[in-house]
């Protein structure tokens, strides 16, 4: 029988598990009518989320990324949380070339910006952080 | 996940990226490229990035990161096959203004 | 920061998520040092379970289909939960052409068999079943 | 997923299926060959499998179906085409002993 369409994905707070989250989020996003270009968005900008629940929310101690994605009315959501650090200035967070560590670009959040329809960020320091990105089929009207 | 191979070319090092440069394969690529820059004793890069598949924020700091350190040492960098799939990144990222990106041929 | 080597992966127990599933595993599975055939191997193991937890295991009401993998001494353990119908009689059940669907060939036991090194059936009556399924990259020496 | 074309061929209907032939994409399958039957209005079935990257046993019950059908009206089936990369299921589901599998050419 059929049910709802989501998936979630939990993975331990590894740099090599960036590529496997974005192929999942990827293969997810394909039973939509996006174009290949737009699933390649939607790659890079999961790709950013992870990557920085990995390197920015568990800098101190390892933990677990979950990521979870469903279809809203024709649109995909895809959110992406860690129970690390939290943010402790999120408007300056997403400031493109904000970063905490020098050798990162701090575009990061420029490019969920750019490749999605909608970014939330929630963050508690202490807590964890939680990015949510909508990204609606660009050649699909409205309905 | 990310191949490289190399090869000198009148003072230029051509290096072939291929696979995904994340935050992953980031080290990597810095590694191997400086290893290569220091066998050939050339301070002249081209980045070829024909077969790079993917690439995001941490892959595009890596780049840059070749670029800083060669001009530092006044050296040289061009990245050349910018392929339609990755264009939109490199181009977001403002890599362009810093370092002309050379298209890939019917791309 | 690095941790442990493992993927959770929870989708509702529909059809067009077994593709999603074998292809989270096989990606999952690449880093590992299987050969290419393995990695097919395993992605037609996954399907068999997946499909049964959908086809079978929630066939009076859809639900959750639970997808677990992780590194353990080199080898890939991956096992596939669902909290359906479960099995009567696991031992008939394995038997190779066996089906409680007419249309069905039967064999889905069998080729899970076939392409892991060890596979094992817990299920029981109005609680759920789980596989797990074991397999050993071949051209590597143990250790 | 699965893609499937026709044609006709000197009294035999030549399917090609490509993509993946499993528990999602078995019913289109099912479904787009009886059409096509009908419409060519022929009892002889080709399967040309060398685009098919996928299949598991809910895809091999389905070209079995496929054979069941056709034999119950006095038709026949080829399965042609058959890659090394979907040869270990056809041949541990045992569907070689009902139809002969004819290997992909270099494949
Ligand atoms: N999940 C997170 N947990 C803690 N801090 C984060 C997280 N995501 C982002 N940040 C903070 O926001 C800053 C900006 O992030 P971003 O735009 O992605 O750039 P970068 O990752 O290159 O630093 C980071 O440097 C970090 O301080
Ligand atoms: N997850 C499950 N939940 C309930 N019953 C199952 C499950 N998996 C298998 N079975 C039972 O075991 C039988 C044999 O399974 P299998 O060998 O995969 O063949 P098939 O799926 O073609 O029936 C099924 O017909 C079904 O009755």
């Known amino acids: 029988m059929n049910a709802a369409d989501y998936m979630i994905l939990e993975l331990p707070s590894r740099e090599d598990n960036v590529a496997l989250a974005r ?16 699933i390649e968005e939607i790659k890079v900008a999961v790709s950013e989320a992870v990557t920085n629940a990995v390197v920015h929310g568990y800098r101190e101690s390892p933990g677990v990324v979950r990521i979870q994605a469903h279809v809203d009315d024709g649109r995909l959501v895809v959110s992406v949380s860690d129970r690390g650090v939290g943010i402790e200035d999120i408007a300056q967070a997403r400031e493109p070339a904000f970063s905490t560590v020098p050798e990162r670009m701090g575009m990061g959040f420029a490019f969920m910006e750019s490749f999605s329809d909608e970014l939330s960020v929630e963050s508690m320091p202490g807590q964890g952080t939680t990015v949510r990105m909508t990204k609606r089929p660009q050649h699909r009207t409205v309905g | 996940m990310l191949k490289l191979s190399f090869r000198q070319d009148n003072g230029w090092l051509r290096a072939s990226v291929q696979g995904e440069l994340d935050v992953a394969s980031a080290p990597v690529f810095r590694a191997r490229i400086q290893e290569a820059l220091d066998e050939h004793q050339v301070r002249r890069l081209v980045l070829d990035l024909r077969d790079l598949t993917f690439i995001d924020s941490s892959g595009v700091g890596a780049i840059l990161g070749r670029y800083r350190q060669l001009a530092a040492l006044r050296g040289e960098m061009r990245v050349v096959g910018v392929s339609a799939r990755i264009r939109p990144v490199l181009e977001l990222s403002g890599l362009g203004r810093i370092v002309p990106l050379e298209r890939a041929q019917g791309r």
Do not use: I, K
């Not at chain 1, 192929?23 to 737009?38: C, I, P, Q, S, Y």
């Open chain 1, 23 to 38: 192929v999942v989020v990827g293969a997810f996003a394909a039973r939509l009518d996006f174009t290949l270009a737009e």
